[in-house]
T-cell receptor
Framework: GENVEQHPSTLSVQEGDSAVIKCTYSDSASNYFPWYKQELGKGPQLIIDIRSNVGEKKDQRIAVTLNKTAKHFSLHITETQPEDSAVYFCAASSSGAGSYQLTFGKGTKLSVIP | GAVVSQHPSRVICKSGTSVKIECRSLDFQATTMFWYRQFPKKSLMLMATSNEGSKATYEQGVEKDKFLINHASLTLSTLTVTSAHPEDSSFYIC??????????FGSGTRLTVV
């Protein structure tokens, strides 16, 4: 099955700096890669996603890059703000066998220091 | 955007009783619903996958007789924790998938068994 590795597990940045979180996946059939933000006591919220036919996607301060050859994808947050502090999860999904299951990384706790 | 409503958000029950958690897709039809369990400071662990009108597929190690899943319609799935014990205390999260909406998560249910 799919295995998703996520690094780092914790990340502290000064307000205004950039944050980068990296993930690798094992299943070459995976074709959908979402990123979720989870605040304490709440469900994950999708912040950005990318499909395997695209190498990069940007939405305001958030961008995701995908390298299919190397099987890794990264989340980039620029001009970080204190409200960006949360746990971020990457995930990978494949439509193989029709399961569409998401496999999650272990999460990154991002702290933005004012 | 797609919205998934999960209720209750918090529940406390006595050992030996059963608890039902509901997950509804409010503005789209979910072809597949997923149930996750999340331990403190950990990632989401997939418990089961359910398609409307068919039996749920449980992940290895998840007791199907303890965690009953019903997916009666394209907008409603329920998870019933039967004969709950303190070790079942956890954060349970549902997710609904549709072709047009991707994966949308509920806000989670904090179950405490006393």
């Amino acid at each position: 099955g799919e295995n998703v590795e996520q690094h780092p597990s914790t990340l502290s940045v000064q307000e205004g700096d950039s944050a980068v979180i990296k993930c690798t996946y094992s299943d070459s059939a995976s074709n959908y890669f979402p990123w979720y933000k989870q605040e304490l006591g709440k469900g994950p919220q999708l912040i950005i996603d990318i499909r395997s036919n695209v190498g990069e996607k940007k939405d305001q301060r958030i961008a995701v890059t995908l390298n299919k050859t190397a099987k890794h994808f990264s989340l980039h947050i620029t001009e970080t703000q204190p409200e960006d502090s949360a746990v971020y999860f990457c995930a990978a999904s494949s439509s193989g066998a029709g399961s569409y299951q998401l496999t999650f990384g272990k999460g990154t706790k991002l702290s933005v220091i004012p | 955007g797609a919205v998934v409503s999960q209720h209750p958000s918090r529940v406390i029950c006595k050992s030996g009783t059963s608890v039902k958690i509901e997950c509804r897709s409010l503005d789209f039809q979910a072809t597949t619903m997923f149930w996750y369990r999340q331990f403190p400071k950990k990632s989401l662990m997939l418990m089961a996958t359910s398609n409307e009108g068919s039996k749920a597929t449980y992940e290895q190690g998840v007791e199907k007789d303890k965690f009953l899943i019903n997916h009666a319609s394209l907008t409603l799935s329920t998870l019933t924790v039967t004969s709950a014990h303190p070790e079942d205390s956890s954060f349970y999260i549902c997710s609904a998938r549709s072709r047009g909406s991707g994966y949308t998560f509920g806000s989670g249910t904090r179950l405490t068994v006393v």
